[in-house]
């Protein structure tokens, strides 16, 4: 199997309508136009077609947690997008509600038009549904393109039960898939380019992302984040600066919870989740400090170990583990399973259902409802200061993101309302929520990818235990502290005074 048709899915058995006036490509996950399989593959099947290529965005107001937050950071992005495709010479048709429901059908209408129709193979959220949906009401091929990771998930075999189990499996094939990349820049043959008439009035607040999103009928309480846009640009700008000033001392330091500006962490998970930045791109800069890097230069004898596969550099080494292996764990998870995340019954393990059971009437020393929750309103200033962090800034710091789901499984009634109330909280506020990594780490803080753990204790049986008092020994919390209480108020936020 080649690379390329290890990328594809077919998700129906239309024939081609090869004399149809363009080929669609799709865009739900990957939103960007450079290092994107998906967009690759439609250029080069107008290619093959003699079709123009149409490069179709859409947004909806009633997407699960939509938010001006979510909407601001996707437009931006979809502005850049306009600008991109005008510079690549490629039709691009983006479209976003203003009154809900009034892009109902057009998606349908576009593919009755389309040779065939290219989109995303993202294994999480809304999207798979969706694409399965157009593919059972069209009469052309709807394909699905993996551009999820380096290494195409449909190689990486059967689920595992932890990062240890999928890292050698991403090791061995990594040297063949990094010279499968996708294209730096989009290759637009002549026919590709040949320009097509928009349908419909495309959307004309590109120029002003922000006031467009202020007329919107959309949730209030999640405002957007300042000083955090969207889009390829913005992205590539975030990794340049993780690169220049955070990336040394990434191996030793990446876990201490410190402000933005004086931590190790990237910043890059919103912009992953959006498709703003391909991984791919990601890799390839970190890997370039370290010289001209190729594939000759991995270390073979250390295959399938945490340290010094890809480079000698400790801090490189260390960030593309998790950016690679840790998150393919996610995307695998999902794809593999072919399901969603909704239910703990089928997501967790034998061994943590039985815990869980073993101890699902225990007293809980406290107990807080999910408004309490989401107000940060508990008797655990550091859990407070994580929450406020979230609702500010659509982010928290990584390490205190698994501190933050132990204490609401510990404070909650069942483990079923814990993780009801973790992702209703999550995907309400996180910029990278509603995603693959998102929700295997909200279960990874009910035992998902781990191991049993000795003492048993209360409430958590053998799941993992931690404590803000335990975090607080191991780091210097109040640069940390001082920087959330410079931070506007949850009810701030929510009330749209920040």
Aim: hydrophobic content about 40%; glycine content about 8%; overall charge neutral.
């Amino acid at each position: 199997m080649s690379y390329k048709q290890a990328r594809l899915r077919r998700l129906n058995t239309a024939p081609t309508a090869g004399e149809r006036d363009y080929v669609l490509y799709w865009i739900q996950a990957y939103r960007r136009l450079e290092r994107n399989h998906a967009l690759d593959y439609a250029l080069w099947c107008a290619e093959r077609l003699d079709r123009p290529l149409v490069v179709y965005e859409g947004l909806r107001l009633d997407y699960p947690w939509a938010s001006r937050r979510l909407h601001r950071f996707i437009l931006e992005g979809m502005a850049a997008n306009a600008a991109r495709a005008k510079e690549h010479g490629l039709n691009y048709w983006p479209f976003v509600e203003e009154k809900r429901g009034e892009g109902r059908g057009l998606l349908r209408k576009l593919s009755e038009r389309a040779a065939l129709v290219v989109t995303d193979d993202f294994p999480c959220f809304i999207v798979p549904g969706q694409s399965r949906a157009l593919a059972r009401k069209v009469d052309v091929p709807v394909l699905a393109v993996d551009s999820s990771s380096i290494v195409p998930l449909s190689l990486l075999g059967s689920p595992v039960s932890a990062a240890a189990h999928l890292r050698p499996r991403i090791h061995k094939a990594f040297a063949e898939a990094w010279l499968h990349r996708a294209a730096a820049e989009p290759e637009v043959s002549r026919a590709a380019a040949r320009p097509v008439s928009a349908p419909f009035d495309r959307w004309s607040g590109a120029d002003d992302p922000a006031a467009f999103v202020d007329a919107l009928p959309l949730e209030g309480t999640v405002p957007p984040v300042e000083g955090m846009p969207g889009g390829t640009g913005a992205a590539r700008a975030r990794l340049g600066t993780f690169l220049e000033h955070r990336l040394r001392g990434y191996a030793e330091r990446r876990s201490e919870p410190r402000p933005p500006d004086e931590g190790h962490a990237s910043g890059l998970s919103p912009y992953l989740h959006f498709g703003h930045i391909s991984i791919e791109e990601v890799a390839e800069k970190v890997l370039a400090t370290t010289g001209d890097w190729t594939p000759e230069e991995l270390r073979i004898h250390n295959r399938g170990k945490r340290e010094g596969f890809f480079s000698d550099d400790a801090d490189v080494n260390s960030f593309l583990d998790e950016a690679l292996t840790w998150r393919d764990v996610g995307l695998h998870w999902h794809r593999s399973r072919r399901a969603d995340a909704a239910s703990l019954e089928t997501a967790l393990p034998s061994w943590v259902l039985e815990t869980l059971g073993a101890h699902a009437g225990d007293e809980r020393p406290h107990l807080y409802s999910a408004d309490e929750l989401e107000a940060g309103q508990t008797h655990d200033e550091l859990w407070n200061a994580a929450q406020r962090e979230l609702v500010a800034t659509g982010t928290i710091h990584n390490y205190l993101r698994m501190l933050w789901g132990k204490k609401v499984l510990e404070w909650s009634p069942s483990p079923v309302e814990a993780y009801r109330i973790l992702e209703h909280l999550n995907n309400k506020y996180a910029l990278d929520g509603r995603d693959p990594n998102s929700y295997t780490g909200i279960l990874w803080c009910f035992g998902l990818f781990d191991r049993p753990w000795a003492p048993d204790r209360k409430i958590f049986g053998r799941i993992r235990y931690m404590s803000s008092a335990n975090t607080a020994r191991k780091f210097r919390l109040s640069p940390y502290l001082g920087y959330v209480e410079s931070l506007p108020t949850i009810e701030a936020v929510r009330s749209g005074r920040a």
